[in-house]
Every structure is written in C-alpha cells, then in structure tokens.
C-alpha cells in the first residue's frame, strides 16, 4: 500500500444513503474496512483525524434473519444506495435468493449462528506476561484477516490500536442479533482509535442514520485504494489556535465531569489525545 501524509476525504452530509450517493455520483468508492486500518497504519500518528471518527465502509454485513451472517466484501448492494432507496427496520431488505447469490461469491465470509455467538461482542485480548494482542478465538482471527484482505498485518495494526487505547481488550466484534422474517443488509463500521476508543467493528450500522464514508478513487484498489483529491467534505488538518480551543473546550467538560454531568472516561479520552496532538 502506498505511504501517504495525506488525510482521506470524507463524505457524511447526511444518512448512509444519502453519503453513499453524493460519493459515487462523485466518481469515487467508498473506503473499504481494509481501507480503513490500511489508512491508520500508513499514517503512523502522524495525523491524528484519521484516528478519531467512526468510519462507515462500503463492506456489507448481511444477516438471513434465523441468526447467521455474512461479510460482504465492497457490497453492491450498498453502493447502489440512494436517498430514495427503500429500507426495512433501517436495513437494506434482500431478497432470499440473492443472499443465496451473495453467499456464492468470493468476496463473501459466511458465518453460521453458533460461530456468530462465539464472535459477538469479542476482539483481541491483551496477553498476560508478553503484553502482545491476540484474538480470543480462531474464529474472530479469521474475521479480521478476512476484512484486512492480505493488504494490512492485523498483529501490527492490533499493537498499534492497543498502544492508542487503554483497554485490555480491543478490536471487538459485534453483530445485529435482533431476528427478521427475511434477509437483510448493513454496512460494517470501524470504530475510532485513542483513548477508550478500540476500532471496533460493529455490524448493526442503521443506513438512515448519519454516515461518514471515506472516499477512494479507484474501484480496481482492491480495498485500500489511493485517496482522491475531489470530494464534498475535506478533514481539515487543525491549526494551534484549534488544539488550544479544544483544550478549553475540555477544561470545561473536565468541571462538568467533576459534577457528575459528563462521563469522566470521556474526558479522559478528550485529554489523551490533545496532548498526542
């Protein structure tokens, strides 16, 4: 993957629909998960914006309604959202055959129930004595080697995401677990980094809700494309005088969170990473 010092560009003016179309009416494709990490791990801290928003991406996580899942890897489906397509329980509704379709595909993990159980709500876990990361299961391995795509070292990314946090356990799993008469489809999300924030990958994504997709400019990038230069919304890089707003800014959640009005682990993480910036 290329080294760049450059921040991606950001779609996010409204819900996933409504990013997803202004970005490929664009040109451009959304940010896969491998994208994501990739992006992270090329910029090494030295711009903190990517580490900080939620990004939605454009892989799918699909779920037939009787408690398996599927992992969608740049998911068509979500591509050809637009601000009128129609949704069902805030997903995409498919129809049985194709997620049959999706199923046979080679950009496809699928996971069976008693596998879905295992995965949900764990990640990597710090191990006592060496320190390092690792997975709390094969199974949740072979979901963060799958949506990596051979384009990132999860073992790598895992220390750099353990260094930035403060937990013991990072990068945890989490699917929709609610039932449906009939299948469906969200878009996986990759959680921030820094502080209490983990990059987590969280599956249950509502597509009327407020979205931010990376944006690449290349649909034969394979997952970790190069960033375009063109787009609707820009992370801007901050100045001085933005890092020392911020700091009064948290100074005075710091008095609320003495009052109880606001969560002192908040804060905490708010002042771990201004002084990192």
Same mark, same amino acid.
């Given at each position: 993957?290329?080294?760049?010092?450059? /921040?991606?560009?950001?779609?996010?003016?409204?819900?996933?629909?409504?990013?997803?179309?202004?970005?490929?009416?664009?040109?451009?494709?959304?940010?896969?998960?491998?994208?994501?990490?990739?992006?992270?791990?090329?910029?090494?801290?030295?711009?903190?914006?990517?580490? &900080?928003?939620?990004?939605?991406?454009?892989?799918?996580?699909?779920?037939?309604?009787?408690?398996?899942?599927?992992?969608?890897?740049?998911?068509?489906?979500?591509?050809?959202?637009?601000?009128?397509?129609?949704?069902?329980?805030?997903?995409?509704?498919?129809?049985?055959?194709? &997620?049959?379709?999706?199923?046979?595909?080679?950009?496809?993990?699928?996971?069976?129930?008693?596998?879905?159980?295992?995965?949900?709500?764990?990640?990597?876990?710090?191990?006592?004595?060496?320190?390092?990361?690792?997975?709390?299961?094969?199974?949740?391995?072979?979901?963060?080697?799958?949506?990596?795509?051979?384009?990132?070292?999860?073992?790598?990314?895992?220390?750099?995401?353990?260094?930035?946090?403060?937990?013991?356990?990072?990068? /945890?799993?989490?699917?929709?677990?609610?039932?449906?008469?009939?299948?469906?489809?969200?878009?996986?999300?990759?959680?921030?980094?820094?502080?209490?924030?983990?990059?987590?990958?969280?599956?249950?994504?509502?597509?009327?809700?407020?979205?931010?997709?990376?944006?690449?400019?290349?649909?034969?990038?394979?997952?970790?494309?190069?960033?375009?230069?063109?787009?609707?919304?820009?992370?801007?890089?901050?100045?001085?005088?933005?890092?020392?707003?911020?700091? /009064?800014?948290?100074?005075?959640?710091?008095?609320?969170?003495?009052?109880?009005?606001?969560?002192?682990?908040?804060?905490?993480?708010? /002042?771990?990473?201004?002084?990192?910036?």
């Amino acid at each position: 993957m290329p080294q760049t010092s450059e /921040e991606p560009q950001v779609f996010g003016r409204g819900d996933y629909r409504v990013a997803m179309h202004d970005l490929r009416e664009a040109g451009l494709v959304p940010g896969s998960m491998a994208y994501v990490m990739g992006r992270r791990a090329d910029l090494n801290n030295k711009h903190r914006l990517i580490f &900080l928003p939620v990004f939605a991406t454009g892989d799918g996580a699909c779920y037939d309604g009787k408690g398996n899942a599927a992992v969608v890897l740049d998911a068509q489906d979500l591509w050809n959202l637009n601000p009128d397509s129609k949704l069902k329980s805030s997903a995409l509704p498919l129809a049985p055959e194709r &997620l049959e379709e999706l199923r046979r595909g080679d950009k496809v993990l699928y996971i069976l129930k008693k596998e879905v159980k295992i995965i949900n709500r764990s990640g990597y876990v710090k191990e006592k004595g060496s320190g390092r990361y690792v997975p709390a299961s094969d199974s949740v391995e072979k979901f963060w080697n799958f949506v990596a795509r051979g384009k990132v070292n999860v073992d790598d990314y895992a220390r750099m995401v353990g260094e930035e946090s403060r937990s013991d356990n990072i990068m /945890e799993i989490s699917f929709d677990t609610d039932s449906y008469n009939s299948p469906i489809m969200r878009a996986w999300i990759v959680g921030a980094v820094g502080g209490n924030w983990r990059s987590d990958a969280a599956g249950d994504l509502s597509l009327d809700y407020d979205a931010r997709l990376a944006a690449a400019n290349s649909e034969s990038a394979g997952g970790a494309p190069q960033i375009s230069h063109e787009a609707t919304e820009t992370i801007k890089a901050h100045t001085p005088q933005d890092v020392e707003k911020a700091k /009064e800014s948290t100074a005075k959640l710091r008095k609320a969170s003495d009052l109880g009005v606001v969560q002192l682990e908040i804060v905490q993480s708010l /002042e771990d990473l201004l002084r990192k910036l």
